[in-house]
């Protein structure tokens, strides 16, 4: 990535009224680092607990003895804070705006009604006999019902598992299966760009694979046919008939699970990141008000989907229990044309916009004619999130959709660490287009060489954080050792990022991207290996190797070198049922951009791909391709090198 030079100042009508300066974001991080335990027992009060903590930390990174546990004898429910406790003053006014896929679809719904929702959505979960500590998978699309779902698992204690409904059924049957749901929460069909989603068919098939699931709970949303398994299959508004109205809240405890998440890893299947309830919501709501300088009143919109981490804290638990406004988008940047984000927040008034890198690259390639048919005046700070933002789309974003009168704030996180962790404050921090510039409160972050040496000054290396925070995942569902080898035992007692990192003469940090094998595709996570397993699953496919390479609008593009069996003969057709493939077997987003039939693949004499090769080779650098005298036969390389597929 190209590094930019430029720096924008705080602009002094924002600093005047921002919830923190320069001089308090100092502070409040010196005090957040030399008295973390003090700072987190007085924040951790932003929360309302029915049984107050007296115990505010608890943790060891030492990985014999790893344990991470925040305000553990408090007690609390999620639900209770996102809802019931602004009905006082609130009742009133607008929790959820909900912008459909069709610009003439819009709902408003309130903190009211939002209790009423997810009070009988809550009594319909335990008319299915769905107790505290339950699993439940969630196949929802962007409608509101999502998050009274999550809500509603959420007020009686279970714990909800999203899968993004572009995942196939054969993703989301592992994933039913890896967390042993026993209920499935779908809708009849999902919008998006004006074309239907078949949600319930999928689930039909996923089933096939996972026979524990006692009942699927079905919204009807576009209301057109779908079958229904009589004794399993049960719609929404018809269970909602027969329950009461009213729902208490469960207490949970601060460490009692609040979801699972499943994401990518550079090994073996996916990972159900658990997250649990007390410090979570800490880490989520305070992240929110701070890093998006929120208050009363300001129209909030994030256009993630609730199927990945950013949904999950900055769409519902974040915004909610700071009592925002928050609007849920079901629809596309470009449908009907690509000004339509731009429309909705004249539409809405928004005032904070938070979007993916991705998103603006793909605008930015439709000209400026499309944002200035619009006024966004509306509009205060902006947000970037999901992997790197290169400092063209950055320039853009503040120039062309900002007018330059709104801080951007790239903010780095990931869905192990629940919420943001390094990002500007718009009323306290200089920008740098492509920086994430600096720490949230609380987090200490350090840039390490290849042996664990801590860097000093300006450096580039690994990121690992030095100190846990409120919202870090507790573990891996079902396998705690996973979650001990992935994170923690690379560097000793340090949490262990995946990502590269530069940190600059200001201190101002720059992330590189993964320095593992999981890569960044539009903002989604998607590890090597699964494709390579969907890939080697093909009965014609002996072999394969994934390699992430610069995509000028997906950021990373999926190359995939494949060897055949040796009766099979490459073909373009072939090429194209391979990616096919790949969309059934996980999904669109893991779909390969290019195949390239390798007849061999780099081998150490061990056995042992050599990636740091293919990855070149994919880039269409191949000058300077370092040792090769160590591969197995390197004129493997000569045939890759003659048959890549980006040329330039
Ligand atoms: O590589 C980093 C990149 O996204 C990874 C985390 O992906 P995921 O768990 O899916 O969460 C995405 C939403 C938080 C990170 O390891 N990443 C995320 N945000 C940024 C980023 N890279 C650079 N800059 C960011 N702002």
Request: net charge negative; aromatic share 10%.
């Amino acid at each position: 990535m190209s590094v930019s030079q430029t720096k924008y100042k705080v602009p002094e009508s924002f600093a005047k009224n921002a919830l923190v300066d320069e001089t308090s974001y100092n502070d409040m991080y010196r005090q957040s680092i030399e008295d973390n335990e003090a700072f987190w027992a007085e924040h951790g009060k932003r929360v309302s607990w029915s049984k107050p903590y007296s115990r505010v930390k608890n943790t060891s990174w030492d990985k014999d003895d790893l344990h991470v546990k925040w305000y553990e004898d408090g007690e609390l429910n999620v639900a209770y804070n996102c809802i019931d406790r602004h009905l006082k003053d609130k009742a009133n006014e607008v929790a959820i705006i909900w912008e459909g896929d069709d610009p003439k679809d819009c709902r408003h719904i309130t903190y009211a009604e939002l209790h009423a929702q997810v009070c009988r959505f809550a009594n319909v979960l335990k008319s299915l006999d769905v107790k505290k500590g339950d699993r439940v998978t969630l196949y929802l699309p962007m409608i509101p019902e999502a998050a009274f779902a999550m809500l509603a698992c959420a007020r009686i204690g279970a714990v909800h598992s999203i899968v993004f409904a572009g995942f196939s059924p054969e993703a989301l049957a592992g994933r039913i299966n890896d967390c042993d749901s026993r209920l499935v929460i779908t809708a009849d069909e999902g919008l998006r760009g004006g074309k239907t989603i078949p949600l319930k068919s999928s689930v039909d098939q996923a089933l096939k694979h996972a026979s524990d699931v006692k009942n699927v709970l079905v919204v009807r949303h576009t209301s057109n046919d779908v079958e229904m398994v009589p004794n399993r299959d049960v719609w929404l508004d018809q269970a909602q008939e027969h329950v009461a109205l009213e729902c208490e809240v469960e207490p949970m405890n601060a460490e009692d699970p609040l979801f699972i998440l499943y994401t990518s890893g550079s090994t073996g299947k996916p990972k159900g990141v658990l997250h649990t309830t007390g410090g979570y919501l800490v880490w989520a709501s305070m992240t929110h008000e701070y890093v998006f300088d929120y208050k009363q009143g300001d129209i909030y919109w994030c256009s993630a989907d609730v199927g990945w981490v950013t949904g999950h804290s900055y769409i519902v638990y974040g915004p909610l229990a700071n009592a925002a406004t928050t609007l849920m988008f079901e629809g596309v940047p470009t449908y009907p044309d690509a000004s339509r984000f731009w429309q909705v927040i004249d539409k809405h008034n928004v005032n904070i916009f938070y979007t993916a890198p991705t998103a603006i690259r793909a605008l930015m390639g439709q000209g400026e004619a499309f944002v200035k048919q619009t006024s966004r005046k509306s509009l205060r700070l902006l947000g970037s999130v999901g992997e790197p933002i290169n400092p063209e789309a950055w320039e853009w974003y503040h120039r062309v959709v900002g007018e330059r009168r709104c801080p951007i704030v790239d903010t780095w996180w990931q869905t192990e660490t629940g919420g943001i962790m390094i990002t500007p404050l718009a009323g306290a921090t200089d920008l740098k287009p492509g920086s994430a510039t600096l720490p949230f409160f609380g987090i200490k972050p350090e840039i390490v060489d290849a042996e664990g040496k801590v860097l000093e000054g300006p450096a580039e290396g690994n990121l690992v954080i030095a100190e846990s925070w409120p919202g870090q995942m507790r573990t891996v569902y079902g396998d705690h050792q996973r979650f001990i080898d992935t994170y923690f035992s690379t560097y000793k007692g340090k949490y262990f990022t995946g990502d590269g990192c530069r940190r600059d003469e200001d201190g101002y940090y720059w992330i590189t991207g993964r320095v593992d094998d999981v890569i960044n595709v539009s903002g989604h996570r998607m590890g090597t290996a699964e494709v390579e397993s969907a890939l080697v699953a093909h009965a014609e496919v002996s072999e394969a190797a994934v390699v992430g390479y610069p995509h000028d609008i997906k950021g990373q593009g999926i190359y995939a070198y494949v060897s055949l069996n040796a009766s099979v003969d490459p073909s373009s057709e072939l090429a194209t049922e391979l990616i096919k493939w790949v969309r059934t077997e996980i999904g669109p987003i893991a779909a390969p951009d290019k195949i390239q039939f390798a007849p061999g693949l780099p081998k150490t004499r061990s056995g042992k791909i050599m990636r740091r090769i293919l990855r070149k080779i994919a880039e269409d650098d191949f000058s300077n391709l370092g040792d090769t005298s160590t591969l197995a036969d390197p004129a493997v390389v000569d045939n890759l090198i003659a048959n890549r597929q980006n040329k330039k």
